[in-house]
């Protein structure tokens, strides 16, 4: 599964919020990280409140989105320098720094980098992803592969080597296979394939939430990826 990072541009104000956040519901669907759409809505709410109370209405900024090891990154990059999130505690009366206790709470760790002209406050959210670019575990991947894994000790042209790490275009032929040799059972048992491969696709559909708007509604995000930093003073 391809995971490139992405970036938008937006203007910091209330109104926008609310778009990012489906932005980013879309994108995470797309991406399949389902289990952490809840907490990555609410971190990136309060970076963008955090621009909005710090910075100023309307500051011109940038939502960074990205997968850091199995980790999904998100940055929201702004002009000022010089306003630096701050983490205060729970319990303090101080209306500052109360959104970065939110994220402190939801995210594995966080953090401030100063860049030329601008500032980046990012944060790292753990996912069920096996790798940057690898599938999300779940009952119908794990299915799937074990059904994989079966198939490719009766299948000559899957090879021990090839069976003991499936490239994507080997696995993608197994599957091929696999789903060829299913629609002559079902031909075999006087079943009636398409109207099979039809009940199948719209439990897929169903499964999966429709995400194609949000790779319409971001752009690839160009140079290097931001590497952690620690709080800078």
């Known amino acids: 599964m391809s995971r490139k990072p992405w970036d938008l541009a937006f203007t910091a104000d209330p109104e926008g919020v609310a778009a990012l956040r489906r932005i980013m519901r879309l994108h995470l669907g797309l991406w399949g990280l389902h289990e952490v759409v809840d907490g990555a809505q609410l971190c990136v709410s309060e970076l963008v409140s955090n621009v909005i109370t710090h910075v100023g209405h309307g500051t011109p900024a940038t939502l960074a989105v990205s997968m850091s090891g199995t980790r999904l990154r998100l940055e929201v990059h702004d002009p000022d320098t ?7 505690a729970a319990d ?14 939801i995210a594995d760790r966080w953090g401030v980098q100063l860049r ?3 500032k980046v406050t990012w944060c790292e959210l753990a996912t069920a992803a096996t790798g940057p670019t690898g599938h999300v575990a779940g009952p119908g991947v794990s299915r799937a592969e074990a059904l994989l894994d079966v198939y490719a000790t009766t299948e000559p042209r899957l090879t021990p080597s090839t069976h003991s790490r499936l490239s994507t275009t080997v696995a993608e032929e197994a599957v091929i296979g696999m789903i060829t040799d299913f629609l002559h059972w079902l031909h075999a048992h006087g079943r009636d394939p398409d109207e099979v491969l039809d009940r199948a696709q719209t439990r897929f559909e169903a499964q999966i939430p429709d995400a194609e ?21």
């Open 82 to 88: 010089r306003a630096l999130p701050t983490l205060v």
């Open 92 to 105: 303090s009366d101080s209306e500052s720094g109360r959104g970065m206790a939110l994220v402190d709470a």
């Open 116 to 118: 030329r002209g601008r």
């Open 213 to 233: 708007e949000a790779s319409c509604m971001a752009r690839n995000r160009p140079g290097n990826s931001v590497e952690p930093a620690d709080l800078m003073p």
